[in-house]
């Protein structure tokens, strides 16, 4: 006598904000419906969204255990890396010979990044800290009188890089110390993505600040301290060079790279078009915002199809993006709001606050409240 499975068995591939967003939407919105699965490469989840403030003084970026979260989503977990996908048989490959069966399959492994510039410093998320530890150390010691902090592409998620230049130069202001501080941006304002409002209070605090902004312009380095800035074909000689990566998809084999640098292409519900039963969420798809509060909505998108999927008496919602986000400026912090419609926002808002809450930098629906209660308990170290 054939008896139907109780529950789907879901996928997760990936261990960032997408991933966790996705699990922890998926046990809200389905429960027991579903039999949910984490294959992760990496043992712990790390807030890197804050570790832009850890060369000034900020508080450590948290860690947070995943097999502790797994345990209390009452889900599985697997520690290795996605392969490829056999989507006709339903089966994700890992890099160490599993063959792990779905019902359905949530990709959320992000992107792959590279070195945009020659002879600059490519900052890495997970290594802020001792980057611009030695930068910071050789401008208050007076070695480095100049810095240019560049956005490659708009691909890459650009707060961070003006950030670092805000903080840097307050921090030179603070120590007395002579430093000029040029930033370079595809963008045609800062921030553009914001709208209007954010790009003109972000474009006087810059200018408040002393740092000269070269907007709608790239750069290229072809030697040492020696910037050409285009299409103006400005030549800049600096010290130091800061520049954030390039972003490409991760090219998982068996999924269709139907966009551009291999990034996969979702519907607003996160189906992945061609491929039965796959969705994908986070910096993997081709979305052009590459942030963190944007991957748990698209998570909590393809969370709710799945949960339907499975049976939830819901009504899958399509993703409708609002940008948030907190701006670091060394002696406050700007909190940032727009309704994304295309490469500016609507509804553009700010809000200056006098301290930074490191607590807000990721606006997740389900996985922000979760980790904010994660730090009300006794953590064994």
């Known amino acids: 006598m054939h008896s139907e499975k109780s529950q789907t068995d879901v996928l997760i591939a990936g261990g960032g904000v997408a991933a966790l967003e996705a699990a922890l939407a998926l046990r809200a919105r389905a ?9 992760a490469p990496n043992a712990e989840f790390s807030y890197r969204a804050v570790r832009v403030g850890e060369p000034f003084g900020h508080r450590a970026a948290r860690s947070y255990s995943l097999e502790r979260i797994a345990n209390d989503l009452r889900i599985g977990l697997v520690e290795d890396s996605l392969k490829w996908v056999d989507a006709d048989a339903r089966v994700a490959h890992t890099e160490n ?12 492994v992000g992107s792959r990044t590279y070195p945009s510039i020659k002879h600059a410093v490519t900052l890495d998320p997970s290594r802020i800290d001792e980057q611009m530890h030695g ?7 007076g070695y480095i009188h100049s810095i240019a902090f560049v956005i490659p592409s708009t691909q890459s998620w650009p707060l961070p890089i003006y950030e670092l230049a805000l903080m840097t130069a307050a921090r030179a202001y603070e120590m007395s110390v002579d430093l000029t501080v040029t930033l370079i941006t595809p963008e045609d304002a800062p921030l553009a993505v914001f709208g209007t409002a954010v790009s003109q ?3 006087a605090l810059l200018g ?21 800035v285009q299409p103006a074909n400005n030549q800049i000689t600096v010290d130091q060079v800061i520049t954030l990566p390039e972003l490409y998809g991760p090219s998982v084999a068996g ?10 292409t979702t519907d607003r519900h996160g189906q992945v078009p061609g491929v039965e039963r796959v969705f994908a969420a986070g910096d993997l798809t081709d979305f052009p915002i590459k942030h963190g509060g944007i991957a748990a909505q698209q998570a909590d998108a393809a969370a709710d199809s799945i949960a339907a999927l499975a049976g939830a008496d819901i009504e899958p919602q399509p993703m409708v993006a609002v940008l ?6 060394g002696d406050r912090s700007l909190d940032l709001q727009a309704r994304v419609t295309g490469i500016h926002g609507s509804t553009s808002s ?31 170290p």
């Open 31 to 39: 429960g027991e419906l579903v039999q949910v699965t984490l294959l």
């Open 97 to 108: 010979g599993l063959a792990l069966r779905y019902d359905a399959l949530l990709l959320a």
């Open 135 to 141: 930068v910071l150390q050789d401008v208050e010691g």
């Open 201 to 203: 209070e972000l474009g």
């Open 208 to 228: 408040e600040r002393g740092i000269t902004t070269h907007t709608a312009s790239r750069c290229v380095m072809r030697e040492p301290h020696r910037l050409t």
């Open 255 to 264: 999924i269709p790279r139907n966009a551009t640098n291999g990034f996969i």
């Open 324 to 329: 948030r986000g907190q701006l670091w400026c």
């Open 350 to 380: 700010v809000v200056t606050e006098p301290v930074a809450k490191p607590e807000t930098k990721i606006d997740a629906r389900y996985l922000s409240p979760y980790l904010q209660e994660f730090e009300t308990v006794a953590i064994t």
